[in-house]
């Protein structure tokens, strides 16, 4: 599904995805960075943060790459055809995508089996995540 016409777990105030966490960080970096506001890009209804110009030309050049699956929202809840928050600082690279999820206990039983939560949660998101 494009994430063009995809839920997109945002701020109330700002529209930041993310909470405004760098997506394109967690591939290069390998870890939950800050975006900062002179670096941002609007994609999907919502404004996305970065480090640099670097990683915001990345991103509008493939955002699909970079922006977490669910739309930024907890895998693990979507899996349980619930919307939960999405913790930037709590997240996981499979198979070349972002996942992020609610808390660290959530993603202990996340862990526990991810390939069976990411195939429920990919069957459910595609209704989920449409926007009405």
């Not at 529209?15 to 975006?35: N, Q, R, S, W």
């Not at 709590?90 to 039983?109: A, R, S």
């Amino acid at each position: 599904m494009s994430q063009t016409n995809t839920k997109i777990n945002k701020t109330t105030f700002g529209d930041l995805a993310l909470k405004g966490y760098d997506p394109v960080a967690y591939f290069t970096e390998g870890k939950a960075v800050e975006g900062r506001k002179e670096f941002t890009h609007d994609y999907a209804n919502a404004k996305w943060r970065f480090t640099s110009a670097t990683n915001r030309d990345r991103f509008a050049t493939d955002p699909e790459k970079y922006v977490p699956q669910y739309g930024g929202y907890c895998a693990w809840g979507i899996s349980q055809e619930k919307f939960y928050d999405g913790d930037p600082q709590v997240w996981k690279i499979v198979d070349g995508k972002l996942y992020v999820n609610y808390n660290k206990e959530i993603e202990k039983t996340w862990e526990k089996d991810k390939p069976g939560f990411i195939a429920k949660a990919d069957g459910h998101w595609p209704t989920m995540g449409q926007l009405s």
